[in-house]
């Protein structure tokens, strides 16, 4: 079965510092992928996508950046955390084939302090 | 570009029946979907509806698509506190799916 690996669930971390989300995918091959951020209280905003390999769709200015190493690895980073960046994170697949759907990860609390 | 667009709470006594409305604006959707979050967790696929149906039936749940007036609802019966939770309406484009707000239900006993 497809299954995202999200990790960590919770992150605290100070202004300024780096940070790396790493996201992989179990049980299937090429799909697209997705980091989605969710503020407090806010709906869902995308902020990359990925549809193969090195490849990485940005949707919003900001401070992060997405890569994608390998087929079923996502990885969201930054150099310098902001204030702003507190958000819960949300890895997101979407499998190749006519009936799969939008499946997630089970997110990251990160607190920017 | 692509919006969707969803009221923000919904308060509702338990046994109730429960509409969670949406608006979208991409018609060329082909699926719409309806999405389940519970506190700090991901999202959960509840259900979906092909955007040449009116209507999708899934136990306790009833998907309403108007795609002349470009109008997706989503009916609970019989509520229960269990599906206290923030639910999401969604199109999915080419490569992506657009999310509204979401609508924060909570469920009085």
């Known amino acids: 079965s497809q299954t995202i690996h999200q990790w960590p669930a919770t992150l605290v971390q100070p202004v300024g510092s780096p940070l790396s989300l790493e996201c992989t995918v179990e049980g299937t091959s090429n799909p697209n992928l997705y980091w989605y951020r969710q503020a407090a209280g806010r709906g869902l905003q995308l902020l990359f996508y990925s549809v193969g390999i090195g490849q990485i769709s940005s949707e919003v200015p900001q401070n992060l950046s997405a890569s994608r190493p390998q087929d079923r690895q996502f990885i969201l980073s930054s150099k310098k955390l902001l204030l702003s960046d507190s958000g819960f994170y949300l890895c997101?697949?979407?499998?190749?084939?006519?009936?799969?759907?939008?499946?997630f990860g089970s997110g990251t609390q990160l607190s920017v302090l | 570009g692509e919006d969707v667009e969803q009221s923000l709470f919904l308060s509702v006594r338990e046994g109730d029946s429960s509409v969670i409305n949406c608006t979208y604006t991409?018609?060329?959707?082909?699926?719409l979907y309806w999405y389940k979050q519970e506190p700090g967790a991901g999202l959960q696929l509840l259900t979906y509806?092909?955007?040449?149906?009116d209507m999708k039936q899934d136990q306790r749940l009833t998907v309403l698509l108007n795609k002349k007036d470009k109008h997706l609802s989503l009916r609970i019966a019989d509520t229960q506190t269990g599906d206290s939770a923030i639910y999401f309406c969604?199109?999915?484009?080419?490569?992506?799916?657009?999310f509204g707000t979401g609508t924060r239900l909570k469920v009085l006993a």
């Open positions: 991409d018609s060329s959707s082909t699926y």
């Open positions: 969604a199109d999915s484009g080419t490569y992506k799916y657009i």
């Open positions: 509806i092909f955007s040449n149906m």
């Open positions: 997101a697949c979407w499998p190749l084939g006519p009936n799969e759907k939008l499946f």
